[in-house]
C-alpha cells in the first residue's frame, strides 16, 4: 500500500502544478521575464516559480499526460489484486421488495408466481399396517389412536433404546467386517436345515418372528428371517408355521442340488431341525386336531412333503439350533457360537 500512496501523492502534485499553470496562463501578459534589464521589475519568487511550471507542464502536455495516467491506473489495478483490496460500490440503493400482485407497472407483464410445494403426507394408495385401510398412516390411524388412548396398545420408547440398539448394530458390523463364509471341511457333502420361531415378538400386532438356515459343506448356502403374516396362539403355533415356511425352501432347495449332480445325498429326504416337540407332532401326524384348526390350510403342506418323503423333521436341542440367532438376541458367547456353525468366520490367509 505504500507503493499506492506514493502514485496517489504523485498524482496530486501533478494536478495541483497543472492547475498553478493554468492561472498563470489566464494573467495578462504585462509582466516582465527575469531577462529584462536593471530597469526593469523584478518578478518575486512565487511569480516565477508560477511561470516556470506552467511552462514546463504546459509543454508537451498533451503526451504525457495520458502516458502518466494510464500508468497511475495500471498501478492501482496491480495493487488491489496484491492487496485484495475489496471496493465496494457506496452509490447501490437496497429497496425493500413487496409482495408484488398482478401486472408489473413499469413493463407490464404478470409477476412471477412462486412454484407450488409439494402435499406432504401420506399418498391415497398409503396403507396402514395397524388396520390395514389405505390412505393415511399409523400415527394418524383412529384405530391406532384410540387403541393407545385405552391402553390395549403399549406406545414404544423412543430415545435412548433406539439410539442403543443402533450403536450395537455399528458395534457388530464393524467387529465382523473381516468376516467370511468360509466353505470346506466336511467329508460329505449333505444339506441340513435348522428352523425356529420366536413368539409374540411385535408389540403392535402380536406377530411372531420366523428363521430358517440351510448349511452345506460347512458352511450356510441359504437363509431368512422375516414376521409371520398371521398372529399365532401360542409357540407351537409359531414353530409349526416357522417349520412350514422352512420345508418349502427344502423342497426348492433338494430339487435344485439334485439338478446340479454333484450332491451324492440328494435323493435322501432333507433334514430339518426344530427344537419344539408339540410342532414336530403336528407334522408327523397328518390327523386333524381342535388346536390346528384355525391354521391355514396352506402351513399344512409340510405334511404333505413329510409323506412323499421330501423332507424329515428332527429334534435338536434348543442350545444347538443354529436358526436361534436369526430370531431373538443372544448372550455374546452363545450367538458367535451358532455364527461359527453357520460358517461365518475369520479369513486367515
Known amino acids: 500500500m505504500e507503493n499506492y500512496s506514493l502514485l496517489m501523492g504523485a498524482a496530486a502534485v501533478m494536478k495541483m502544478a497543472v492547475e498553478m499553470a493554468a492561472v498563470s496562463m489566464e494573467e495578462p ?18 511569480s516565477w516559480l508560477r511561470d516556470a511550471a506552467a511552462g514546463r507542464f504546459l509543454w508537451n502536455m498533451n503526451k504525457e499526460l495520458p502516458e502518466l495516467f494510464a500508468m497511475l491506473k495500471s498501478a492501482e489495478i496491480e495493487i488491489k489484486k496484491e492487496h485484495q483490496v475489496l471496493m465496494v460500490n457506496k452509490t447501490t440503493s437496497f429497496k425493500k421488495q413487496g409482495k408484488s400482485k398482478g401486472k408489473n407497472k413499469k413493463s407490464g407483464k404478470k409477476a412471477a408466481t412462486p412454484p407450488v410445494k409439494p402435499k406432504t403426507g401420506p399418498k391415497p394408495d398409503a396403507e396402514c399396517y395397524y388396520c390395514k385401510e389405505k390412505g393415511h398412516w399409523k400415527r394418524n390411524c383412529s384405530k391406532y389412536l384410540a387403541d393407545l388412548k385405552s391402553g390395549l396398545v403399549k406406545k414404544k420408547k423412543e430415545g435412548m433404546e433406539h439410539w442403543t440398539a443402533v ?3 455399528l458395534k457388530y458390523l464393524k467387529r465382523t467386517k473381516d468376516m467370511f463364509l468360509c466353505y470346506g471341511g466336511d467329508q460329505e457333502l449333505v444339506v441340513t436345515s435348522y428352523t425356529d420361531a420366536s413368539w409374540n415378538t411385535d408389540p403392535d400386532d402380536s406377530k411372531s418372528q420366523s428363521g430358517y438356515v440351510f448349511i452345506l459343506n460347512g458352511a450356510t448356502v441359504s437363509w431368512a428371517s422375516s414376521k409371520q403374516c398371521t398372529v399365532a396362539k401360542s409357540s407351537t403355533e409359531s414353530e409349526y408355521i416357522a417349520a412350514s415356511e422352512a420345508s418349502s425352501e427344502a423342497v426348492w432347495m433338494k430339487r435344485f442340488i439334485i439338478e446340479l449332480g454333484v450332491v451324492p445325498s440328494a435323493l435322501d429326504p432333507l433334514v430339518i431341525y426344530c427344537d419344539n416337540m408339540g410342532a414336530i407332532a403336528n407334522a408327523q401326524e397328518p390327523r386333524s386336531h381342535k388346536r390346528l384348526k384355525h391354521i391355514k390350510l396352506r402351513y399344512h403342506s409340510i405334511r404333505e412333503y413329510i409323506e412323499d418323503g421330501e423332507v424329515k423333521i428332527c429334534k435338536v436341542h434348543t442350545d444347538l439350533n443354529v436358526a436361534d440367532p436369526l430370531t431373538k438376541a443372544l448372550p455374546r458367547a452363545k450367538h458367535d457360537q451358532h455364527q461359527n456353525a453357520m460358517g461365518v468366520r475369520y479369513l486367515t490367509m
Do not use: W
Not at 527575469?34 to 518575486?44: F, H, I, N, R, Y
Open 167 to 169: 450403536k450395537n448394530i
Open 29 to 46: 501578459s504585462g509582466g516582465t521575464s527575469p531577462s529584462q534589464g536593471a530597469g526593469t521589475e523584478t518578478l518575486s519568487p512565487r
